[in-house]
């Protein structure tokens, strides 16, 4: 058993005590305190000092951390060591608390994704089941890998949420959030929920946003919102998140005073995706084209396009110093007249052609030699809005034809496409305007991976906004040109 394989992240003493004195502040007194996944205890330890007349439970799959914390806990304590698998170990929770009995469940699950056990090699899982009721298309892009702690937080919640409980648990921040979400669209209500972020690096040496979840379901009403604080140290109120129309938001106070959540009549999309960067994406030395491996490249002209990359967009950077070769105008497009048309570019390709059959994602399957996607006739538009998906502020840019071709973006950018830089101009301000922004912040969750998606930029209403920007009859009359031309594409 590896430590990856359980996402071992001890808690040290010190973080440990300040997640005790958080729960004291609710000023919940609890008969039984239950860590479902308890290590070499400090966490355990630390609720029976701050609640020593308390009986505290531990279950712990690790043989060799029960030893450890067996070792520290005499006959006069409460304390119950239960070395057993979480996943199996529901019933024995069961037993140990009572319906009538005021809970409180608190610890450290594993900061692990399930993608990560198994690719690890390991066995520690939970049943697999489609807990989030996700498409089958977003398993294949990935969206149905999950942190195992959310699972474990998650299940705790579901199965003990009707008993008085108070649940307090580290994890990662967008674990929280998706808890926070799942209770919601569920209607798991609560009394009160707050959210303290802490640095995971100082503690765990680990590069991750986290917080200090805490849920308090001693009492139902129908709250949907969490307060969030500055940090798990200092305790100053920031913001609360909220829910609105299925959606978590990030900050509901600004969003309730800049409320733009609809649908664009601009359809944003995502920039070229290829997965294989050193083949298809060429550095322009001079009047040469260098490839990833430092290989001078001389192929035809016609299928080359400027490209601009995540960090060009978001520093304003918007000199042409990249090509890229696009094989496809559109997905699944055949690919083998390049061999007719453009020989030297479909030789090149094929000399390359190991790379390609090393992309790992399945969306490349069954497809035409050298795919790519996320292209259609929206790439080929003269004139583009864009924005990087990955860089933690709001920069839009202006993207003109670069010699007489559209300048093409990689699959880390959202664009919208516009006819003319008029139309690009009138959006831009729009897009830019103080009344967009605020909506913006409001909506947009800045320590996510990728906090600027196609599916938050598809949700703002710009026709709300141009009735207060412009006139409304202007706006309209380029939206429904869009719309149609959106339409012609399919």
Same mark, same amino acid.
Request: net charge neutral; proline share 4%; aromatic share 10%.
């Given at each position: 058993m590896?430590?990856?394989e359980?996402g071992d992240?001890?808690t040290p003493?010190?973080l440990a005590?300040i /997640?005790?004195?958080?729960v &004291?502040?609710?000023h919940?007194?609890?008969?039984?305190i239950?860590e479902?996944t308890?290590?070499?205890?400090?966490?355990l330890?630390?609720?029976?000092? +701050?609640?020593p007349?308390t009986?505290?439970?531990? @279950?712990?799959?690790?043989?060799?951390?029960c030893d450890?914390?067996? +070792?520290?806990v005499?006959?006069?304590?409460q =304390?119950?060591i239960?070395n057993?698998?979480i996943f199996? #170990?529901? +019933? $024995?929770?069961?037993?140990?608390s *009572?319906p009538?009995e005021?809970?409180?469940? $608190?610890?450290n699950?594993?900061?692990v994704t399930?993608?990560a056990?198994?690719a690890a090699?390991?066995?520690?899982l939970p049943? &697999?089941?489609n807990?989030?009721?996700l498409?089958g298309i977003?398993a294949?892009?990935?969206k149905s890998n999950?942190? =195992?702690?959310?699972? !474990?937080?998650?299940k705790m919640i579901e199965?003990?949420?009707a008993?008085?409980s108070?649940?307090?648990?580290l994890?990662?921040t967008?674990?929280a959030?998706? $808890?926070?979400?799942?209770?919601?669209?569920n209607?798991l209500?609560?009394k009160?929920a707050?959210?303290?972020?802490f640095?995971?690096?100082k503690?765990f040496s680990?590069a991750?946003d986290?917080?200090?979840l805490?849920m308090d379901?001693t009492e139902r009403?129908?709250v949907t919102?969490c307060?969030?604080y500055?940090?798990?140290?200092?305790?100053?109120?920031?913001?609360?998140?909220g829910?609105?129309q299925?959606k978590m938001?990030?900050? =509901?106070?600004?969003?309730?005073?800049?409320n733009?959540? %609809?649908?664009?009549d601009?359809i944003?999309?995502?920039? =070229?995706?290829h997965?294989?960067?050193?083949? /298809?994406e060429l550095?322009?030395?001079?009047?040469k084209?260098r490839n990833?491996y %430092?290989?001078?490249?001389?192929?035809?002209d016609?299928?080359?396009?400027?490209?601009?990359?995540?960090s060009? @967009?978001?520093?304003g950077n918007?000199e042409?110093?990249?090509?890229?070769?696009?094989p496809q105008?559109?997905?699944g497009?055949e690919?083998?007249? $390049?061999?007719?048309k453009?020989?030297k570019t479909w030789k090149?390709?094929s000399?390359?052609?190991?790379?390609f059959? /090393?992309?790992?994602s399945v969306?490349?399957k069954n497809?035409p030699l050298f795919s790519?996607?996320?292209?259609?006739?929206?790439?080929?538009?003269?004139v583009?809005i864009a924005i990087s998906?990955l860089?933690k502020h709001?920069?839009?840019r202006?993207l003109l034809?670069q010699?007489?071709?559209?300048?093409m973006?990689?699959?880390?950018c959202n664009?919208?496409?516009?006819?003319?830089e008029a139309?690009?101009? /009138? !959006?831009?301000a729009?897009?830019t #305007?103080?009344?967009?922004?605020?909506f913006?912040?409001s909506?947009?969750?800045?320590d996510?991976?990728?906090?600027?998606?196609?599916e938050?930029?598809?949700?703002?209403?710009?026709?709300k906004i141009?009735?207060?920007q412009?006139?409304?009859?202007?706006?309209?009359s380029l939206a429904k040109?869009? #719309?149609?031309?959106?339409? *012609?594409l399919?």
């Amino acid at each position: 058993m590896s430590e990856k394989e359980f996402g071992d992240f001890q808690t040290p003493p010190e973080l440990a005590n300040i /997640m005790l004195s958080i729960v &004291k502040e609710t000023h919940i007194a609890p008969d039984i305190i239950i860590e479902p996944t308890c290590g070499v205890g400090a966490i355990l330890l630390a609720a029976h000092a +701050a609640f020593p007349s308390t009986h505290v439970a531990g @279950i712990e799959i690790n043989k060799a951390y029960c030893d450890v914390l067996s +070792a520290q806990v005499n006959d006069k304590q409460q =304390i119950t060591i239960v070395n057993a698998d979480i996943f199996k #170990s529901m +019933a $024995i929770i069961k037993e140990i608390s *009572a319906p009538c009995e005021t809970c409180l469940f $608190i610890g450290n699950p594993p900061w692990v994704t399930n993608a990560a056990i198994s690719a690890a090699g390991g066995t520690n899982l939970p049943v &697999k089941e489609n807990t989030r009721g996700l498409r089958g298309i977003d398993a294949i892009t990935g969206k149905s890998n999950f942190d =195992i702690s959310e699972y !474990i937080i998650m299940k705790m919640i579901e199965t003990f949420s009707a008993h008085k409980s108070l649940f307090a648990f580290l994890c990662k921040t967008t674990t929280a959030r998706n $808890i926070l979400k799942q209770c919601w669209n569920n209607a798991l209500y609560y009394k009160d929920a707050s959210l303290f972020p802490f640095d995971a690096k100082k503690y765990f040496s680990a590069a991750v946003d986290a917080c200090f979840l805490v849920m308090d379901f001693t009492e139902r009403t129908t709250v949907t919102e969490c307060a969030v604080y500055d940090s798990i140290e200092n305790r100053r109120y920031q913001n609360r998140l909220g829910f609105f129309q299925g959606k978590m938001i990030a900050d =509901i106070d600004n969003f309730n005073s800049y409320n733009y959540l %609809g649908k664009s009549d601009y359809i944003w999309r995502n920039g =070229i995706k290829h997965d294989c960067a050193k083949v /298809m994406e060429l550095d322009i030395i001079g009047t040469k084209l260098r490839n990833g491996y %430092g290989e001078t490249v001389d192929i035809e002209d016609t299928l080359l396009f400027p490209l601009l990359k995540s960090s060009d @967009i978001a520093n304003g950077n918007l000199e042409i110093r990249k090509n890229i070769i696009v094989p496809q105008k559109r997905v699944g497009e055949e690919t083998a007249l $390049i061999k007719r048309k453009y020989p030297k570019t479909w030789k090149y390709l094929s000399d390359h052609i190991t790379d390609f059959s /090393m992309r790992k994602s399945v969306v490349y399957k069954n497809k035409p030699l050298f795919s790519i996607f996320s292209v259609g006739d929206y790439s080929f538009s003269p004139v583009k809005i864009a924005i990087s998906g990955l860089y933690k502020h709001l920069a839009f840019r202006i993207l003109l034809p670069q010699q007489k071709k559209s300048v093409m973006l990689d699959d880390t950018c959202n664009f919208i496409a516009c006819s003319t830089e008029a139309e690009a101009d /009138m !959006i831009y301000a729009l897009l830019t #305007s103080v009344e967009t922004r605020r909506f913006l912040d409001s909506i947009i969750f800045w320590d996510s991976k990728r906090p600027v998606t196609t599916e938050l930029l598809n949700s703002i209403d710009l026709k709300k906004i141009a009735r207060k920007q412009y006139p409304e009859l202007r706006y309209e009359s380029l939206a429904k040109k869009q #719309s149609g031309a959106q339409i *012609a594409l399919f």
